[in-house]
């Protein structure tokens, strides 16, 4: 049933980079991220996904093998820090694993569509400049044409960024992922009644598990993932603007362009003038009237009307456009962009850095990191000799977690007569917690209806970091009332508070406690209890070795 | 008259599909180890003659029992139907949605049949499950499913049903024989008194149908023999270049056209025992998996010793020949007819490979036409007997809740129920034996009712088998 992984240190085996497709295998090799130790500074998206999936791997692994592996890893690292000890510990796990990890795997891919954005940007943005600077000779090039294509719209997409991004609204006004959220939510919640109703129990529940570890990971990431789509999008734009720059500059330099406007309404050149100086004054201190923008003279030279044609306009007038037209596509519309998607990265890593912070996988590694292995078991009775080399035996000696987290056990009322409470405090102390209290937790409906709330208010006198511990049996499949309690104490309680099931089996030989033995069972407990989307539960199966 | 109806209840993962499967004898029936299976009310009709007489109904596990006796707590002295007024007061209580969903037949009268694993003890969701339904007032059993050998708690959960049940039993979903199932279902009557005569009218009928069923088995035994040991191929040789490689074709599709037979046989016998979902599938070691003709086969499925001996002396020298091969260490051999007419023995085949050296004798049909059977050899007919007699001992008493299908069934040990068969037995099967390889049609037909007895015989005593269904 449980599971055991060794560290096994940097694996040379051939067969695990046959594993990879050749670009995977290139990018894993190459990759500076979390390869060298001591060059790693700022978390990664990959970084969270990765310590949650390697989390998950570890929960069939007793705590004391966890512990001690976990505290080898940082062993060596001087003046450990959090951070540094985290980081160590993915690298030693991204070492240890077959292949790509699917953070690993998530920043490849992020990897390649950033560069996919960026290049068909470069190809847009180039491609549009290039069709509209076509000149055959017949008519010069509309400058107002331009603003309407070039410069308009842009403002247009950064005022409404500028909106989704003001503070306090966080990224709920953002067009695209406010309409793509709501259509994903209309489809889940369709789609899912359906399925669900079709699927088999053990499929329902992967299934359920699955959703609700997707909200947790979801939740904890959603900011994140926003701000990260906001910089992708962003991103795109800069690009598209950088390949329009490029094209207009290409043809500018190798071909013959001549610009001018055209208007039917009593448009004059004058307006048309204090508009180009206006626009024109966030580089009116470098290139002047004449240079950065066309003087009146030059834009009433560069006045197309039809009936007349283009003979009598003056080359001079034609020409005077371009700087302009360039200096409003680099301020107005790639400076702008720039500047959104350094916020939107700015942004992305602190809500990263938040989330790590918040993160209960981490917290509780870092705990474990830091708790001593405390061993007081004897020496072998060497019989009065005293010069005699011991050899290791082949069994590993015992050893015991130093208790870190106090908790406060809620036993329901028909096993609490029955319980041996000094077995069941030695247990939660060799899994590194230390028993506070214990409380009833009522079998009456009524009674139990007011419980939230009583512990609520006991757990609101202590300390933060007390743990809600409650017993539970393992053979007993969790049924919705069951569910439906651990929900009221989440919202008694408050999110940040983890609540540990404390699942036990059958009882053998009349003693409560013993190991759940069903592994089906063992399952449907971590998928129901998953299902809850519930970020600070989890699950504690009895070991008897760990007792 | 209403149908009867009887809702099966319980807590989630107790096997409530499972007693249903099996005592309705439907292997459609979702089973699984995973709690909360089933989400909807099924029912599966007991049809008599056309006609609906009991009705069981499968529900989803309870989810709020606390909750539930709760609320039905609070309507108690309402002068109403509890199930129904619990129902309509919470439609729209999604939370409720499993608990008020398994009220839905007890809302509309039906009697319950409450199922608890008796390998785990019994908690206070149970207590109040059980007293949730007690204040319903429908008539009511207990059904005690072991799960697994744990029977420490047994006594717990009597105790806990005497105060709220009328009846209580065992009954081993997976386990449970046909005697089991009728057993059960007659105590049923226990349930309510004014029942007991629909109940006594579907046990007489499950009865009569099991009987029915072994009628059935023993005609598809004994048309199947009478079938594949009468069976003959013949196959034209005009062109044929290499002699043995057209015989052994010859031998192979006759092997084939047997198994076909016996196959269609089992089928047709796994059909008559209502299985849909299980097949006797045998692999590896298996006797019934083998070969039909291979030497595993004939030297466990085989005669005995003693009632060759018996042949022998029925038979002549040549047999006497044979035994004393059989004595001599090697295994059983196959000797193949010289042609229908001649009706003597061929030659005894010993050795590693019974089918090696099979006399193939044309037949002269415009002399261009090869013919290979009737085996002539009397052991086929016994191991194809107790071959049948085995697929319909596994197939009849596996219980239909029961979804643990064996990648292979370990049958060695079983083999040869026509080893306690008497002399009599014996002789008469040579006779008829005999009249079939010969085609004597007269003499088929006259002992044709004998044997038929003596398979149905074998069949009754294959039915109160109890070990089939053994974990």
Same mark, same amino acid.
């Given at each position: ?36 130790? =001591? ?139 406010? *309409? ?54 962003? =991103? ?8 329009? *720059? ?54 009433? =030279? ?105 908790? @406060? ?14 077995? @069941? ?12 209290? @214990? ?25 933060? =970091? ?82 | ?471």
């Amino acid at each position: 049933m449980r599971k055991h992984r060794h560290l096994k240190g940097v694996s040379e085996h051939p067969a695990e980079h046959c594993r990879l497709p050749d670009c995977l295998r290139h990018w894993k090799e190459t990759r500076p991220s979390g390869k060298i130790p =001591g060059m790693k500074t700022s978390w990664s998206i990959g970084d969270s996904i990765d310590l949650e999936y390697f989390s998950t791997l570890d929960q069939d692994i007793s705590y004391h093998e966890l512990q001690e592996r976990d505290r080898r890893i940082v062993e060596g690292i001087p003046s450990v820090t959090r951070e540094k000890a985290l980081f160590a510990w993915l690298r030693a796990r991204r070492r240890e694993a077959d292949g790509l990890v699917p953070g690993e795997t998530f920043l490849a891919v992020l990897a390649t569509l950033r560069l996919v954005l960026i290049v068909l940007g470069l190809l847009i943005g180039f491609a549009a400049g290039w069709g509209f600077f076509t000149y055959l000779g017949r008519t010069p090039v509309n400058v107002l044409y331009f603003f309407a294509l070039f410069i308009l719209p842009q403002w247009l997409f950064v005022l409404l960024a500028l909106l989704a991004l003001l503070p306090g609204r966080g990224l709920g006004l953002y067009p695209p992922l406010q *309409l793509a959220g709501a259509l994903l939510r209309r489809f889940y919640a369709a789609a899912s009644a359906k399925l669900l109703a079709r699927l088999d129990a053990e499929k329902r529940l992967r299934l359920s598990s699955f959703a609700g570890q997707s909200r947790v990971s979801g939740g904890r990431l959603k900011m994140v993932l926003c701000w990260l789509a906001a910089a992708l999008t962003q =991103g795109f734009a800069c690009a598209a603007n950088v390949g329009l *720059l490029l094209s207009s500059l290409m043809k500018i330099a190798v071909t013959d362009l001549a610009f001018g406007w055209q208007s039917t309404l009593d448009f004059s050149a004058e307006k048309l003038f204090a508009s180009a100086r206006f626009l024109a004054w966030p580089w009116s201190w470098l290139w002047p009237e004449g240079v950065g923008h066309p003087n009146l003279a030059q834009i009433g =030279g560069s006045r197309i009307v039809l009936k007349e044609g283009i003979a009598r306009l003056q080359t001079e007038d034609l020409v005077s456009w371009w700087p302009f037209l360039l200096l409003c596509l680099l301020v107005y519309g790639l400076l702008p962009r720039l500047l959104l998607w350094a916020f939107c990265r700015w942004r992305e890593h602190r809500a990263l850095a938040h989330a790590m912070a918040r993160m209960p996988e981490a917290e509780e590694l870092w705990r474990r990191m830091r708790s001593p292995l405390v061993s007081t078991d004897g020496l072998p009775d060497l019989g009065g000799a005293v010069s005699v080399t011991i050899a290791p035996t082949d069994s590993p000696r015992p050893k015991k977690a130093f208790p870190t987290r106090p908790a @406060m056990l809620a036993v329901p009322e028909e096993l609490l007569s029955g319980l041996p409470h000094e077995a @069941m405090s030695a247990w939660l102390a060799a899994v590194g917690l230390r028993l506070v209290a @214990m409380r009833s937790l009522p079998d009456e409906y009524g009674a139990r209806l007011d419980f939230p709330a009583a512990i609520a208010k006991e757990l609101g006198g202590l300390d933060a =970091g007390v743990a809600l511990c409650l017993l539970a049996e393992s053979w007993l499949p969790p049924i919705a009332g069951f569910l439906e309690l651990l929900r009221r104490l989440r919202a008694a309680i408050g999110e940040r508070r983890p609540i540990i099931i404390a699942l036990i089996g059958k009882s053998k030989n009349e003693a409560l406690l013993s190991a759940p033995d069903d592994p089906v069972m063992l399952t449907v407990w971590r998928q129901k209890l998953a299902a809850l989307a519930d970020a600070n539960l989890r699950i504690l199966p009895f070991d008897s070795e760990e007792s | 008259m209403p149908v009867l109806e009887i809702a099966v209840i319980g807590h989630p993962n107790e096997g409530k599909s499972s007693v249903l499967s099996t005592l309705a004898e439907d292997d459609s029936v979702r089973v699984s180890p995973y709690p909360g299976e089933t989400t909807e009310c099924r029912s599966f009709p007991v049809m008599i003659d056309g006609r609906e007489m009991l009705r069981f109904t499968d529900t989803p596990g309870f989810q709020n029992p606390e909750r539930l006796l709760y609320e039905l707590k609070k309507l108690v002295g309402t002068d109403r139907n509890l199930a129904r007024l619990l129902r309509e007061r919470f439609a729209g209580d999604t939370a409720l949605r499993d608990d008020l969903e398994l009220l839905a037949p007890v809302a509309r009268g039906a009697a319950i049949l409450y199922v608890v694993d008796g390998s785990r003890p019994p908690r206070r969701v149970d207590r109040d499950e059980m007293e949730a339904l007690r204040l319903t007032e429908r008539p009511r059993m207990a059904v005690i499913n072991c799960k697994d050998d744990d029977r420490r708690y047994l006594e717990d959960w009597r105790s806990e049903f005497r105060r709220n049940f009328n009846a209580n039993r065992m009954f081993n979903a997976h386990r449970a024989t046909y005697a089991e199932r009728v057993a059960l279902l007659d105590a049923l009557q226990a349930i309510d008194q004014q029942w007991q005569p629909v109940i006594a009218q579907v046990v007489s009928a499950v009865k009569k149908d099991w009987q029915m069923r072994l009628d059935a088995s023993a005609e598809i035994i004994l048309s199947t023999l009478e079938e594949i040991l009468a069976f003959r191929l013949s196959e034209s040789r005009s062109d044929v270049r290499d002699e043995q490689a057209f015989q052994a074709g010859l031998r192979e599709k006759y092997c084939s056209a047997v198994a076909e037979k016996e196959k269609k046989a089992q089928e047709r016998l796994r059909d008559l025992f209502r299985h849909r979902r299980f097949r006797y599938r045998l692999e590896g070691h298996s006797i019934l998996d083998e070969d039909l003709f291979s030497e595993t086969t004939w030297s466990l499925l085989g005669l005995s010793r003693q009632q060759l001996t018996l042949l022998g002396a029925l038979g002549g020298a040549a047999l006497a020949m044979g035994l004393d091969l059989l004595v001599g260490g090697a295994s059983l051999g196959l000797f193949t007819s010289v042609g229908g007419a001649v009706g003597a023995f061929g030659a005894w085949l010993g050795g590693d490979q019974l089918l090696k050296g099979v006399n193939i004798m044309g037949i002269p049909l415009g002399e261009e036409l090869m013919q290979i059977g009737p085996n002539s050899n009397i052991n086929l007919m016994f191991v194809l007997l107790n071959r049948m007699f085995l697929y319909v001992q596994e197939t009849a008493h596996w219980a239909h809740g029961r979804r643990d299908y064996p990648e292979a069934v370990a049958v060695a040990q079983q083999a040869g129920f026509t080893g306690r068969w008497p002399a009599g037995r014996i002789k008469t099967c040579r006779t008829w034996f005999e009249a079939i390889i010969h085609d004597q049609t007269g003499e088929i037909a006259r002992l044709r009712p004998e044997i038929r007895e003596m398979i149905a015989a074998s069949l009754q005593e294959i039915s109160r088998f109890e070990g089939a269904n053994e974990a």
